[in-house]
């Protein structure tokens, strides 16, 4: 069957993906990620101490995301600075990374993360929360799996994974459905899921499948970039 | 007077797992390190169902049937006895504070410093931005206490101080202190390690000490290999 897609890919085939861990040598961990022309980056910091107070909990650290469209990342100027959208964002990418962290041996503490997203083509927070499992991972925080992300969707009846700006923007027939999900690697748990616009249940179970088989793809980069950040680097040191 | 080997007993029982005979592998948060009901989950691994299951990112290696995880990127978790270098950053009526770069700053009570100080003139003794290394006396949910008492401990004057990555420190001290002697032999400097990643060199040119430093991070680069000591010595063969 030929593509109908607008860049000539398989319905079931993600965008070029690229991962690199250790690309900020002040975070304590940090990573890139990009589908195609989405390119996220994510530092983070931390565990350290927990301001204001009265947020501290004696019982277990806390996860603190903070997400952000670069002004020159859309074609149109976006204002820098939090928006409604990026409050949003910020707060879903906290919630699908969670799960997977255990910070109970860091009592009264935070751990920050700075998700930019340097260019937008559809699909930024799943990149961002890729970008942030991983470097999570890379600053030694206890973490009961990686997290992967991928959005899928829908044009007209056509089931596609990855979608673009110029695919979430389709109009005909039944229009365009966007799929946002992270999923814990190696278990079948779910722990963000978003959907803008329509979907029968037939196909959202067929949808389903289809993306949890990508996943395996995203996951395997992140193991990658991890692995490598040991045998090429190690330099990456010397914070002040 | 401050030749001491500054060193924690977890230092120890970390680095004699570093035998290069040892099986050893990088493994992400939930990655399998290996199947079988043999073997027994150690520090920074759970067990689920058959498999051994990394719980962060680092190297595992089989102790017999323990499995052990040790991290090599990360921040600096604070333990009792550890001797950590830091900064006096403010002096209180009862007390130094001090930054000791990790999640909550260090206090060094007036009564804990080796002789008598009387309480108005702190400052002659410690002043604002001395180093000083120090051990930790205890952690608490409301701060971390250190002391001076003890040998090594006190005032640094003169040298510099630099820093490695945290979690490498155990490597740099070698089992027994063999590694960081072997350096303090080959250059003569005088070395502290604190254990959270902080070193200060003293020698009597500063060639020995800039030679001192980059052993140090040569070791802290190499830190996934097996046969450290070996590495350095024929470091210091070629840099003679």
């Known amino acids: ?240 | 007077m401050k030749e001491e080997i500054n060193e924690a007993p977890e230092a120890h029982e970390n680095d004699s797992s570093f035998d290069s005979s040892k099986k050893r592998k990088v493994v992400v948060p939930g990655e399998i390190i290996v199947c079988g009901e043999d073997f027994l989950p150690g520090e920074g691994t759970r067990r689920e169902g058959e498999n051994i299951v990394a719980n962060k990112f680092g190297l595992a290696e089989e102790q017999g049937r323990v499995i052990k995880l040790i991290s090599i990127f990360g921040a600096f978790v604070p333990r009792r006895g550890n001797v950590v270098i830091g900064r006096v950053t403010d002096i209180t009526h009862a007390g130094w504070l001090v930054d000791i770069d990790s999640a909550t700053s260090g206090f060094l009570p007036i009564e804990e410093s080796p002789r008598f100080i009387n309480r108005n003139e702190m400052d002659q003794y410690l002043a604002i931005g001395d180093v000083i290394s120090a051990k930790i006396w205890s952690v608490k949910s409301r701060g971390i206490d250190l002391t001076l008492k003890g040998k090594g401990l006190g005032k640094l004057e003169n040298g510099f101080i630099f820093n490695i990555i945290p979690s490498r420190v155990p490597r740099v001290i070698g089992r027994e202190g063999s590694m960081v002697n072997l350096i303090k032999e080959r250059t003569g400097c005088n070395i502290t390690v604190g254990q959270n990643g902080w070193i200060w060199i003293r020698g009597s040119s500063i060639d020995e000490e800039i030679k001192a430093r980059k052993a140090i991070e040569l070791v802290s680069e190499k830190v996934h290999l097996g046969g450290l000591t070996e590495l350095v010595e024929n470091w210091f063969e070629k840099n003679e």
Not at chain 1, 88 to 103: F, G, M, N, R
Not at chain 1, 108 to 136: F, H
Not at chain 1, 160 to 167: A, C, G, H, N
Not at chain 1, 209 to 237: F, H, P, W
């Open chain 1, 1 to 240: 069957m030929t593509s109908k897609r607008p860049d000539g890919r398989k319905n079931d085939e993600l965008r070029p993906i690229k991962a690199e861990v250790g690309i900020i040598p002040n975070a304590d961990g940090s990573a890139l990620f990009a589908f195609g022309d989405t390119l996220a980056i994510a530092a983070v910091y931390g565990p350290k101490k927990l301001h204001p107070q009265h947020m501290q909990n004696p019982a277990t650290g806390i996860l603190r995301c903070n997400y952000a469209l670069l002004s020159f990342s859309v074609s149109e100027r976006i204002r820098p600075g939090p928006n409604r959208r990026a409050k949003e964002i910020s707060k879903v990418t906290e919630w699908a990374l969670a799960p997977a962290l255990d910070l109970k041996a860091f009592p009264n503490t935070v751990v920050d993360i700075e998700i930019y997203i340097l260019q937008a083509d559809a699909g930024t927070r799943t990149a961002g929360i890729n970008a942030a499992s991983m470097a999570l991972a890379h600053a030694g925080i206890p973490m009961k799996d990686l997290v992967c992300s991928l959005a899928a969707g829908k044009n007209d009846k056509e089931l596609i994974l990855d979608l673009t700006k110029t695919e979430e923007d389709y109009e005909e027939g039944e229009g365009a459905t966007d799929f946002a999900f992270a999923k814990l690697a190696n278990h079948d748990e779910f722990t963000l899921l978003q959907m803008d616009g329509k979907i029968q249940p037939e196909s959202f179970i067929e949808l389903k499948k289809m993306s949890i088989a990508a996943c395996d793809e995203i996951y395997e980069a992140q193991k990658s970039a991890l692995k490598k950040v040991v045998e090429n680097n190690g330099t990456e040191n010397n914070k002040k």
